[in-house]
């Protein structure tokens, strides 16, 4: 029987939410922060599950685990395993489904947390502070621009539409036609959008074009009431202008469920600054979705082993 590692299992819950029997399967709840660490500890196994880009990939690793044949990632992208490495190597990667309400969910805890400053109000509650020491932000009629109109943005708008408010959306690819049928405006430009949005939330994919699409001459355009929130990936907003911004109350404040680097250092401001709301990276940790994660990817397990590998990424 094959051994399977199971990497960055946080809550120690993998084994739990799937029928892991006919698997020799350990879970790591531990971040392996080191390559070193990481080979030291998975190089006697043959299979490896990773969760999204947790634990990244590179080329580099895969000569130093020698013994492993199969590399599954929970959802079918993970822009932190090299594909061509692996194949290279000799080793199969294959993917597991993802459900797309989860981070919507948190897109909009993170918007009405923000607009109604629910952490400072709760804390102060808690301890006997100011009551009531905030205005919050009127949704209904405000503008929520949305970067990206895929299957998660679309949610987003549908929300947004239930609240009262004006949806505008743009990304490079986005057509009328789309956004029509999301019950949003196209916006002519990126910049226009950041220029009447009240709200703008990130809901694209991290590629070369969308790269710190977001600097700080885009921050700039924002009003000093806009609030952004991202709960896609770190690297679309370039997060040391993100800092300089907030810090600046060049915008009313930020939502952030993802980070440049994650764990996010102890030390690091956006832990810190007052109009900074910021989760671990929740958009797809619930129950629902792991027990997906886990089914398929002890599923991926059975067919690989089987000689017909389902969900291959390369």
């Known amino acids: 029987m094959m051994r399977c590692a199971i990497l960055d299992d946080y809550q120690g819950v993998a084994l739990d939410l799937a029928d892991w029997s006919r698997v020799d399967a350990r879970s790591f709840t531990r971040h392996f922060t080191s390559a070193d660490d990481l080979v030291a500890a998975i190089g006697d196994y043959e299979i490896v599950v990773i969760m999204r880009e947790r634990t990244p990939f590179p080329a580099s690793l895969f000569p130093r685990l020698p013994n492993l044949r199969l590399l599954i990632t929970t959802g079918m992208r993970n822009a932190s395993i090299d594909l061509a490495a692996a194949a290279a190597h000799g080793v199969t990667v294959c993917g597991t489904g993802s459900r797309s309400t989860p981070p919507a969910e948190l897109t909009?805890?993170?918007?009405?947390?923000?607009?109604?400053?629910?952490?400072?109000?709760?804390?102060?509650l808690r301890e006997a502070g100011p009551w009531q020491s905030t205005l919050g932000?009127?949704?209904?009629?405000?503008?929520?621009?949305?970067l990206g109109l895929g299957k998660i943005g679309t949610q987003v708008a549908w929300v947004a539409h239930a609240f009262g408010m004006n949806v505008v959306a743009w990304s490079q690819n986005l057509t009328q036609e789309r956004a029509t049928e999301a019950g949003a405006t196209l916006a002519p430009s990126l910049d226009a959008l950041l220029g009447q949005s009240d709200i703008v939330?990130?809901?694209?994919?991290?590629?070369?074009?969308?790269?710190?699409?977001?600097?700080?001459?885009?921050?700039?355009?924002?009003?000093?009431t806009a609030y952004v929130v991202n709960t896609s990936r770190a690297a679309i907003i370039d997060q040391d202008a993100l800092v300089d911004a907030l810090r600046a109350g060049a915008i009313a404040g930020a939502?952030?469920?993802?980070?440049?680097?994650?764990?996010?250092?102890?030390?690091?401001p956006l832990r810190s600054l007052p109009n900074v709301l910021a989760t671990p990276h929740l958009g797809y940790v619930t129950s629902g979705?792991?027990?997906?994660?886990?089914?398929?990817?002890?599923?991926?397990?059975?067919?690989?082993?089987?000689?017909?590998p389902l969900r291959r990424l390369h």
């Open 108 to 124: 909009w805890a993170l918007i009405l947390g923000l607009t109604r400053h629910l952490l400072p109000e709760a804390t102060n």
């Open 289 to 308: 979705n792991y027990r997906t994660y886990f089914t398929e990817a002890v599923e991926d397990i059975h067919a690989f082993l089987a000689g017909s």
């Open 201 to 224: 939330s990130v809901h694209l994919v991290l590629s070369d074009r969308t790269r710190h699409l977001i600097g700080a001459r885009e921050l700039a355009l924002l009003r000093p």
């Open 137 to 146: 932000l009127d949704l209904h009629g405000a503008t929520l621009g949305l």
């Open 255 to 268: 939502g952030l469920d993802v980070f440049d680097q994650e764990p996010l250092p102890a030390s690091h």
